[in-house]
């Protein structure tokens, strides 16, 4: 089952990356294992998905021996200042959901000490929920300035969780305003900023956000089946 959602998925996303121009290796998958135990996590190993994402630290500190050294943690969840310690200790290799400047500041003087650097992507709360994470669509470009200050982070993209809706026009329209944010950031030049990875996408709307620009996409119960919570 599990080998099945993958071909759908990954046949998916070749579609929308040549629709959009591009080729199936321009977009990165990130399967979306929370709540998903080890072993089934192992099926979508074996079908050569090496890139998972976890929500919780804790989650991730209790599978991560399970696996071979081949794969790649992502964090993308909201991350609580106090779990800054471990994902810096096990070489997460991207924390998707830098959302707040405190996190931000925090990060650095724990990389200082520890003479690390991590790669973020900085969250963006493109629709404005009150309830989402991220950083205004305001006020990213001046936060990004402070934080290109903070020579242990480097930026390397962008991250957005659409609003939850299956509003084909209006999902696109957050996802093209994503993108162009993403461009003007980009074109800014700032010191410890790389851009190249827009992670927006997620089961229900991962088509649509590659046809809108997205080269990295984050796909949780379209692999592994619908979550109970
Ligand atoms: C859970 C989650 C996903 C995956 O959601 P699905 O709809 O199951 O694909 C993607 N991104 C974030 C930040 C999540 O928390």
Not at 17 to 27: C, M, W, Y
Not at 124 to 151: C, P, V
Not at 206 to 224: D, H
């Amino acid at each position: 089952m599990i080998r099945k959602n993958i071909d759908t998925v990954l046949k998916n996303i070749e579609d929308a990356a040549i629709k959009s121009g591009r080729k199936k290796e321009d977009i990165t998958l990130v399967a979306v294992t929370k709540t998903v135990d080890a072993s089934r996590i192992k099926e979508a190993y074996d079908a050569g998905l090496k890139i998972y994402g976890e929500n919780r630290v804790q989650e991730f500190l209790q599978k991560k021996d399970e696996f071979e050294k081949d794969v790649s943690w992502h964090i993308i969840g909201r991350l609580q200042t106090n779990k800054i310690k471990y994902i810096i200790d096990n070489d997460i290799v991207l924390l998707q959901s830098l959302d707040r400047m405190d996190l931000a500041l925090e990060i650095q003087k724990q990389c200082e000490k520890k003479n690390k650097d991590l790669n973020v992507l900085l969250e963006i709360n493109t629709a404005g929920e009150d309830t989402k994470a991220g950083f205004d669509k305001n006020n990213i470009f001046e936060y990004s300035e402070k934080i290109s200050q903070l020579d242990r982070i480097k930026v390397k993209g962008l991250m957005t969780v659409a609003p939850f809706t299956d509003d084909e026009k209006y999902l696109r329209g957050i996802f093209k305003e994503t993108k162009d944010v993403f461009d003007k950031i980009k074109k800014s030049n700032l010191k410890n900023f790389d851009l190249e990875l827009l992670s927006m996408g997620m089961s229900g709307d991962y088509a649509w956000a590659i046809e809108e620009g997205a080269n990295m996409v984050r796909v949780g119960s379209a692999i592994f089946g619908h979550r109970n919570y």
